[in-house]
């Protein structure tokens, strides 16, 4: 048996209760009432790396946060017996369209991811020195449709002060709704690529927030399309990129382009504990045709980590520092909470 095919071992151990066809056992036939997952439904199947689910077997429920009548099979299957059992529960999603879990890789403080996503984030930019400065908040929701496809909308509040610190003000910021679409994406060779569409439009009557290393722009809609991508590299660590201009609608407003890239590597609080994520982003962006422009440049070293078991809840914080173009930009303290919330609700699996 210790030599056998992951079919067989998932018949032998799993399904009594998850059923031998993968869509879970009549829920009369089992002695609990926590309902059995579907593992040929590929909206749930696929987007789990493997590495939680043999976390989830090998230690059971309780280790991300889930119910304790999913066993522990540790003195049963060695964690290699339950990869050959994930490579047969892989083969029941039949549907190849579904980027797979292990291409959701975490989120940077401000370069946009290639996965879609089923997410709220709250983020808040501080500036850590000089004086005045703009202090911001943001609400993103972001809402998967389909097996690629994502839409989101995201709402910004800016609080902006004098340069004697004295006079602030509050305000809320451009709207953004947009759509992102996975043109391709393969496990095999850990790559995913994506388009994105935004439309900005202003939702008061204040100047334009700058984004992250900018300067202030008249208010006015504008239009914005990236390419993104993330690549998988060895030893748990990833690059991910974002290219890509917004165009004004309004009359003085600039084009401005924007690039992109971040490097992170993965670690675990021992072989099945919560994550924890450094990485270190460059973004740059440059106004197109005017006279005298610069590049603006910026480096964002951070710290991503789960603050739950089910490591569906997370937090990112870092310092967004100048390092081109630096008269009159400052070093901003930058950090979110995010919830994935299709992995259940934020005071689920602590």
Same mark, same amino acid.
């Given at each position: 048996?210790?030599?056998?095919p992951?079919d067989v071992?998932?018949?032998?151990s799993?399904?009594?209760?998850?059923?031998a066809? !993968?869509?879970g056992?009549?829920?009369?036939?089992?002695a +609990?009432?926590e309902?059995?997952?579907? +593992?040929t439904d590929?909206?749930?199947a696929a987007r789990?790396?493997?590495?939680?689910?043999?976390?989830v077997?090998?230690?059971?429920?309780?280790?991300?946060g +889930?119910?304790?009548?999913?066993p522990?099979?540790?003195?049963?299957?060695?964690?290699?017996q339950?990869?050959?059992?994930?490579g047969?529960?892989r083969t029941?999603?039949t549907?190849?369209d579904w980027?797979?879990?292990?291409?959701?890789?975490p989120?940077?403080?401000?370069?946009?991811k290639?996965?879609?996503?089923d997410e709220?984030?709250?983020?808040?930019g501080?500036?850590?020195?000089g004086?005045g400065?703009e202090t911001?908040?943001?609400f993103v929701?972001?809402k998967?449709f389909?097996p690629?496809?994502?839409w989101?909308?995201?709402i910004?509040?800016?609080w902006r002060?004098?340069?004697d610190?004295g006079?602030?003000? !509050?305000?809320l !910021?451009?709207?953004?709704i !947009?759509?992102?679409?996975?043109v391709?994406?393969?496990?095999?060779?850990?790559s995913?690529?994506?388009?994105?569409?935004d439309?900005h439009?202003?939702a008061?009557?204040?100047?334009?927030?700058?984004?992250p290393g900018?300067?202030?722009?008249?208010?006015g809609?504008?239009?914005a399309?990236f390419?993104?991508?993330g690549?998988?590299?060895g030893?748990?660590s990833?690059?991910?990129g974002?290219?890509?201009?917004?165009v004004?609608?309004?009359e003085?407003?600039?084009?401005r382009?924007?690039?992109?890239i971040?490097?992170g590597?993965s670690f675990?609080?021992?072989?099945?504990g919560?994550?924890w994520?450094?990485?270190?982003?460059v973004?740059?962006n440059?106004?197109l045709g005017a006279?005298?422009?610069k590049t603006?440049?910026?480096v964002?070293?951070?710290?991503q980590?789960a603050?739950?078991?089910r490591?569906?809840v997370?937090?990112?914080?870092?310092v967004l520092?100048?390092?081109?173009?630096r008269e009159g930009?400052?070093?901003?303290?930058v950090a979110?909470?995010?919830?994935d919330?299709?992995?259940?609700?934020?005071?689920e699996?602590?």
């Amino acid at each position: 048996m210790a030599a056998a095919p992951g079919d067989v071992l998932y018949r032998a151990s799993c399904a009594n209760c998850h059923g031998a066809d !993968g869509r879970g056992a009549d829920p009369a036939l089992l002695a +609990f009432e926590e309902e059995v997952p579907d +593992f040929t439904d590929c909206d749930f199947a696929a987007r789990e790396p493997d590495a939680d689910w043999i976390a989830v077997a090998h230690e059971g429920g309780p280790v991300r946060g +889930f119910s304790a009548m999913m066993p522990a099979f540790r003195g049963a299957l060695t964690p290699e017996q339950l990869q050959r059992v994930m490579g047969y529960i892989r083969t029941l999603c039949t549907d190849s369209d579904w980027p797979r879990g292990e291409l959701n890789l975490p989120r940077p403080l401000v370069t946009g991811k290639a996965y879609p996503e089923d997410e709220w984030v709250v983020s808040a930019g501080f500036p850590v020195e000089g004086t005045g400065g703009e202090t911001t908040a943001e609400f993103v929701y972001e809402k998967r449709f389909g097996p690629r496809s994502q839409w989101e909308v995201a709402i910004p509040y800016q609080w902006r002060g004098g340069e004697d610190g004295g006079g602030r003000r !509050g305000r809320l !910021g451009e709207v953004e709704i !947009g759509v992102k679409h996975a043109v391709f994406h393969s496990f095999e060779s850990g790559s995913i690529v994506s388009v994105s569409g935004d439309l900005h439009f202003p939702a008061g009557s204040a100047p334009e927030a700058a984004e992250p290393g900018e300067e202030a722009q008249p208010s006015g809609s504008s239009v914005a399309g990236f390419l993104h991508f993330g690549q998988l590299l060895g030893g748990d660590s990833f690059l991910q990129g974002q290219a890509g201009a917004r165009v004004p609608l309004y009359e003085g407003g600039r084009t401005r382009a924007y690039g992109r890239i971040v490097w992170g590597r993965s670690f675990a609080s021992g072989q099945w504990g919560r994550s924890w994520t450094p990485m270190v982003e460059v973004v740059a962006n440059r106004a197109l045709g005017a006279e005298g422009a610069k590049t603006n440049t910026d480096v964002a070293p951070q710290l991503q980590i789960a603050l739950n078991t089910r490591q569906h809840v997370l937090a990112n914080v870092g310092v967004l520092v100048p390092v081109t173009a630096r008269e009159g930009r400052h070093a901003r303290l930058v950090a979110y909470v995010l919830l994935d919330w299709f992995d259940g609700g934020f005071w689920e699996g602590w």
